[in-house]
């Protein structure tokens, strides 16, 4: 199983969210977990795994989806303030909400933190974080996908990368800039990447990457990653609708939840590997620190940092990989 660790940072130590509070230890406990785009499957496993260990512990939990609306993310932030919230965890739509969401919580006295997308306060100090480590997710993409470019023997003249990401989001780019420069390292050629500007779905990661597609009409192998599943998978998917051969394809997806689907379906297929995530760990480990906090009144952890492992089709099962 994929396990969370618990890291200490010095440039961002912190709590930022709260000053200290303790709720009785055998009162009631109730924790909220605000997500963005709470309908991708990534979020839905996430959810999941708080519940499972809210239950665990013996506290309640009230999961809300928040879509990409980053003004729900404010309004729902205050009802549960309102309605007696013991602990936020929050996916924010939008990171430049992000000192509005810790005032918020720190003027109520809520223990706060941040899932998956790093948020700060107005003096740039971040609020404490789970999840995980945007920079090696994408060293770890980047080099897996490098390594499969060097074993098909691919050149780089006729060779083009897609990269396809919400560009507006640190931990997107974090992830897609560090891939690109552990690509260039593991392959050990020099080959042009193209950036897709995507809303981090993969019907909008397949839409405009049509067009890049269609322009290039002289590429014979293409590479693709992005900043989710949903982004390389729907690249991968354009390519194939384009007349794409899926041994022409390199795709390393990040998240595996999609790009196993193919895998368990035994299709030839451009979706070559992925990176493992766990949102269910992301979200059990989001639960633990919150409830340390509010029932021990233990600090919360700067940087509650969940571990990833490649995967691909003759391993994803034994990984752990959830793919329905």
């Not at 042009?192 to 002289?218: E, F, H, K, L, Y």
Request: aromatic share 4%.
């Amino acid at each position: 199983m994929i396990s969370g660790a618990l890291l200490a940072s010095c440039s961002s130590g912190k709590d930022t969210a709260a000053p200290q509070q303790q709720a009785p230890t055998n009162g009631k406990v109730t924790l909220y977990y605000l997500q963005k785009q709470g309908d991708q499957q990534y979020f839905v496993e996430q959810a999941q795994g708080a519940q499972e260990k809210a239950k665990e512990l013996g506290v309640e939990l009230k999961v809300v989806n928040l879509g990409q609306d980053a003004n729900k993310a404010i309004t729902e932030l205050d009802a549960a303030v309102a309605q007696g919230a013991n602990g936020v965890a929050i996916v924010v739509p939008d990171q430049a909400i992000g000192p509005q969401v810790i005032d918020k919580a720190k003027s109520a006295g809520i223990p706060l933190i941040a899932s998956d997308d790093v948020i700060k306060d107005g003096t740039g100090a971040k609020a404490p974080f789970v999840g995980f480590n945007g920079s090696q997710m994408g060293d770890s993409v980047g080099t897996e996908a490098g390594k499969l470019f060097k074993a098909a023997g691919w050149a780089a003249a006729d060779t083009k990368i897609i990269s396809a990401y919400k560009q507006d989001l640190t931990v997107c780019t974090d992830r897609v800039n560090a891939a690109k420069s552990a690509f260039a390292k593991s392959a050990g050629a020099d080959v042009q990447v193209i950036d897709v500007g995507t809303d981090n779905s993969p019907v909008d990661a397949q839409n405009r990457s049509g067009a890049v597609i269609g322009s290039n009409p002289g590429v014979k192998h293409w590479v693709v990653w992005g900043c989710n599943d949903e982004n390389e998978t729907g690249v991968v998917t354009a390519l194939a609708n384009s007349g794409v051969q899926a041994s022409n394809i390199i795709g390393v997806g990040l998240g595996a939840y999609l790009t196993c689907k193919d895998w368990a379906a035994g299709k030839d297929t451009g979706n070559k590997s992925a990176l493992y995530i766990s949102g269910a760990e992301v979200g059990r480990s989001a639960i633990q620190v919150l409830v340390d906090k509010v029932k021990n009144g233990k600090a919360l952890p700067a940087e509650t940092i969940a571990k990833t492992t490649i995967v691909n089709k003759d391993n994803y099962k034994q990984a752990g990989v959830n793919c329905t």
